[in-house]
């Protein structure tokens, strides 16, 4: 089996969740971890310094939109990512298969590799498992993954058994084509919403042999229960040796469930959208500042928070902000949302490390007046 970079440290007696470290080039990553979205090689609306005082420990990268704009040459002239961007911590970069996926009008997948058009100004495009390989490495980042097939939900057992396969046959062609840079390859796991089919993949995978593993193809339109019972179904047979990466997902509610499923690393544009959107994450749950109620209210977003716009502003202040659409409210947003994510990780990893994360979980939905999924 590939050579893992990942080392675990603690794990909980009552449920899957685990602790760990991460090695990469540019440091070590505490999991579980929250990944802000930078997907243009910024997480919009915060400085990497902001980044850092929030207690992130890498961001994401994508390798599609940044192939298109500036190009991985330039970012390759400038050193890489880290240099380009001016952050120094790990990054990880998707390689790109789900944003061609969104844009299936524009796509057309074969067995070669992926031909598009450029979003941005109809160009034809062409990345093959290959070149999304070179790409990443020329972006230099700490982690790469594999071009994959993102299966839309619905997907009959057909459709989704045809583009499990080509992923497999596409990650075989990753790995071929990686160089010997120190960067971590990550293979992923589809199957659409069929347990045999990715517990198939996961075996195929392992056999071609990967630092680490991702599961995909996950909220992508499905209830929320059928996800949880993918993450049931397939996250104890991933490798334990090696780092597992639930892509694109989601809510605090999620990384919370997939922790306690033994998920390590996580990734969501949530936090800075929703962000951009007013709708901000406390302990008690979501708040929407546009709303009227908070005009007059002198208290923070969340009296239990720590963050730089918990100590400074107030609901009022945020609310006025945002209802004339001034830039300072996505920043002051943004700053809190991804500080509350973080500190949910840190918060989870406390909990494990103390054997006490059931208890957490329980009090987490109970500050929320919710039940637990299960």
Known sequence: MTTSPYTLTSTSSQCNARCGEVTTLHGTIKTP???????????KAVTPEDLSQLGAQIILGNTYHLFIRPGHELVRRFGGLHNFMNWQGPILTDSGGFQIFSLQDLAK?????????????????????EDAVHVQEALGSDIMMALDTCIPYPAGRDQAAEATALTTRWAKRCKQAQSATGQHLFGIIQGGMYSDMRLEAIEQLVDIGFPGYALGGLSVGEPKELMYEMLSATVSHMPAAHPKYLMGVGTPEDLVEGVFHGIDMFDCVMPTRNARNGMLFTSQGRLVIKNACFRDDQRPLDETCSCYTCRNYSRAYLRHLFQCREILAYQLN???????????MATMREAIANDTFMTFRTEFYQQRDVPAPY
Do not use: W
């Open 33 to 43: 971890v929250f990944m802000p979205v930078g997907t243009q090689a910024t997480v």
């Open 334 to 344: 943004s700053i809190h949302n991804l500080h509350y994510y973080c500190s949910l």
């Open 109 to 129: 997948i074969t067995e070669e590799g992926a031909a598009f058009r450029s979003h941005l100004d109809g160009k034809k495009l062409f990345l093959s498992p």
